[in-house]
């Protein structure tokens, strides 16, 4: 039945509808008391609050909903789905807009998140560990910030706490396949 | 007895070594017996919850069937990142069709459950506060610590079951068993930006700096935390939030760990002390320990 619904274009369907589908939240228990934006520590960068994208997903209006740069920028604390008093997962849901907008191509309002997430999972897939040095490295490159945290570089090195070579682990063989079976059901 | 695997992580054998080598100190002081999970891979932390469900528990999933392979009844995993990802991946697998689900990404199905620990937990029970508070050696009272939490030990409290998920106290008694002084902090549960290091620097760096700023002006000279993430925001970042706002803030970050080592006489280099970018080593001579 998921997969099914994964097929479909983003506008075939009520997209409450495939929310709750896909993650298992409704968003029409949302009665838009605010608390998630109050306690938000990020609301003050979004475009859109968390309580403007329940209503936004509410009433259906798709293409407004994924062009906020909320989604992406959500640090993930939790505060908001803890403090909901209608019990809405609203942390799952940002979770799953950007499931949906990756598996649709939808260009992200802040796209330096995707790279970081992208160059993240890459390197786990190739080595099994995360390495933080090539992850900072490929993330500049890939995000065009060739400069980008470069400070931090050289004290990260002389105090011990950036190793420069990276390695493969035991286990990586299984994560590359892991990879790769997850990739093939997301095809399906 | 129970079997404890050990789970580092990739951030502490990295920027989070201070407390890989603390964490093991600690657990040996507090006749914690525990191995190192053979061949364990990375829980996909942020990026793969954040993107990928599937994802975001097969990873995890591999890790603690590793540990019910290697018959550990319970696995410790000291990085608040990787400690809720394995709950959030226990929890969601018990359900049946999910497991299954799951199951079919590994080459060889996670079956049977392990007990999923933080250290803070083990730590903040009470036989083992009794423990550390018999085990004090040295004079801690001059350091005057906020207990931070951040998010993930605490949120969502249906899955990560903490004491308060609003006002949790579990670091706070450790604090005062190991003989320093707490300083009540109502933003102990605040997030300090999480894995938007990198990629949203500016997000990061604001809040940081609201919760160094509250610290300090509570009187704190030091802040105690479980979590790698949060280590690196608050420690590595405290030059470039004081050139970015204009502040000074000097502001030692201690991994929980370190704090109850110190208390059992280890020494500040054992203890890594001398590792992290804002120093520790001023504040330490201050209050007599070199």
């Given at each position: 039945m998921e997969s099914l619904t994964l097929?479909?274009?983003?506008?075939?369907?009520p997209l409450a509808q495939q929310i709750l589908e896909r993650i298992d939240v409704d968003v029409r228990n949302c009665y838009q008391c605010g608390r998630c934006t109050a306690g938000c520590p990020v609301a003050y960068a979004m475009d859109a609050g968390p309580h403007q994208i329940m209503r936004g997903l509410q009433l259906e209006q798709h293409d407004w909903v994924f062009r906020q740069n909320t989604y992406w920028i959500c640090a993930s604390c939790i505060t908001c789905t803890t403090r909901c008093p209608c019990e809405v997962d609203i942390a799952r849901v940002m979770d799953g807009l950007r499931e949906l907008a990756l598996e649709q191509g939808i260009r992200p309002a802040a796209p330096t998140v995707k790279v970081f997430h992208q160059v993240f999972l890459d390197l786990i897939r190739l080595t099994g560990r995360m390495y933080e040095a090539g992850l900072i490295g490929l993330y500049n490159l890939r995000s065009g910030?060739?400069?980008?945290?470069l400070d931090l570089g050289l004290p990260m090195v002389t105090h011990g706490k950036i190793d420069p070579i990276p390695r493969r682990y035991p286990g990586q063989d299984e994560v590359a396949r892991i990879f790769q079976r997850v990739a093939q059901e997301g095809e399906k | 007895m129970t079997r404890y695997a050990y789970y580092p992580g990739c951030s502490l054998e990295g920027t989070g070594k201070e407390y890989d080598v603390s964490s093991r100190i600690a657990c040996e002081d507090m006749a914690i017996e525990m191995q190192e999970l053979e061949g364990w891979s990375c829980c996909g932390a942020s990026s793969a919850h954040n993107t990928n469900y599937d994802l975001a528990l097969a990873l995890p999933a591999r890790n603690l069937r590793l540990a019910v392979e290697q018959g550990y009844d319970a696995i410790i995993a000291p990085c608040a990142m990787c400690y809720a990802r394995f709950r959030h991946t226990a929890h969601d697998l018990r359900d049946e069709e999910l497991r299954t689900h799951i199951n079919s990404?590994?080459?060889r199905p996670l079956e049977g459950e392990v007990q999923i620990h933080s250290l803070v937990d083990l730590f903040s029970e009470e036989e083992k506060l009794a423990l550390l508070k018999e085990k004090v050696?040295?004079?801690?009272?001059g350091l005057k610590l906020v207990a931070y939490y951040g998010c993930l030990l605490v949120r969502p409290p249906e899955i990560?079951?903490?004491?308060?998920?609003?006002?949790?106290t579990m670091l706070d008694q450790i604090i005062e068993a190991a003989g320093a002084t707490l300083v009540d902090w109502p933003?102990?549960?605040?997030?300090?930006g999480g894995s938007l290091a990198v990629s949203r620097t500016d997000i990061v760096l604001e809040l940081s700096r609201r919760l160094l700023a509250d610290a300090v002006g509570r009187g704190a000279n030091a802040l105690v935390t479980a979590c790698p993430m949060c280590h690196s925001n608050l420690d590595t970042r405290q030059s470039q939030i004081n050139r970015r706002y204009g502040t000074d803030f000097h502001l030692p970050i201690l991994y929980f760990t370190q704090l109850v080592g110190l208390a059992m006489g280890r020494g500040v280099k054992e203890l890594l002390l001398d590792r992290h970018l804002t120093s520790t080593l001023k504040l330490l001579a201050d209050i007599g320990v070199e």
């Open positions: 097929k479909l274009a983003l506008h075939d369907r910030q060739l400069f980008a945290s | 990404f590994l080459d050696t040295r004079d801690l009272s990560l079951e903490p004491d308060d998920a609003e006002y949790p933003l102990k549960t605040e997030c300090c």
